[in-house]
Antibody
Framework: QAQLAQSGAEVKKPGSSVKLSCKAS????????INWVRQAPGQGLEWMGG????????AYAQKFQGRVTITADKSTTTAYMELRSLTSEDTAVYYC????????WGQGTLVTVSS | AIQLTQSPSSLSASVGDRVTVTCRAS??????LAWYQQKPGRVPKLLIY???GLESGVPSRFSGSGSGTDFTLTISSLQPEDFATYYC???????????FGGGTKVEIK
């Protein structure tokens, strides 16, 4: 069925990087924006950035500029989000979501940053 | 950057109540607004797109209205399964830019 399947939970050390994946199946991928949204424990939703695969155009929230890179592989219908220089503040569930009004969401990936 | 201010941040209501949540944008966003419902431990669910479009499969008791800077999500008769947190979201397609409101938690009175 139509879904976005995200990679599994990660535990990282402060200062390291994490790269998450989001594979689309059964739904149109390339012509829709794929957004990355995170949610820290007990907090609201925060847009990090997104990409429109068909034009390979990525955009980032100002807060994450220089620290995040979002890419997409049209051949495998997979989007990626790499976040660098992790701190404990980056501990959150990270979601990918399709479209500017996001009708499909991945199941979420918990990233825990701890020494 | 566009900011979205939701009010109230939380509310208590009873089953059957009419509930209204508002979302104010810091500048004119036309009708580029969506509403989501999120239950604890669950993935957000799209309810409303383009300010007033009802997403397929969403009960008709949910409705959205507004344009420009002021938007409203209304639940006409609150049901037990509607107790959740609701988020508004604005979007711009080109260049891609998305902002979420702070959320409104709807709790049982």
């Amino acid at each position: 069925q139509a879904q976005l399947a995200q990679s599994g939970a990660e535990v990282k050390k402060p200062g390291s990087s994490v790269k998450l994946s989001c594979k689309a199946s059964g739904l149109t991928f390339s012509s829709y924006a794929i957004n990355w949204v995170r949610q820290a424990p007990g907090q609201g939703l925060e847009w990090m950035g997104g990409i429109i695969p068909i034009v390979d155009a990525a955009a980032y929230a100002q807060k994450f500029q220089g620290r995040v890179t979002i890419t997409a592989d049209k051949s495998t219908t997979t989007a990626y989000m790499e976040l660098r220089s992790l701190t404990s503040e980056d501990t959150a569930v990270y979601y990918c979501a399709r479209g500017t009004s996001s009708d499909y969401w991945g199941q979420g990936t918990l990233v825990t940053v701890s020494s | 950057a566009i900011q979205l201010t939701q009010s109230p941040s939380s509310l208590s209501a009873s089953v059957g109540d009419r509930v209204t949540v508002t979302c104010r944008a810091s500048q004119d966003i036309g009708n580029s607004l969506a509403w989501y419902q999120q239950k604890p431990g669950r993935v957000p669910k799209l309810l409303i797109y383009d300010a007033s479009g009802l997403e397929s499969g969403v009960p008709s008791r949910f409705s959205g209205s507004g344009s420009g800077t002021d938007f409203t999500l209304t639940i006409s008769s609150l049901q037990p399964e509607d107790f959740a947190t609701y988020y508004c979201q604005q979007f711009n397609s080109y260049p891609l830019l998305v902002t979420f409101g702070g959320g409104t938690k709807v709790e049982i009175k």
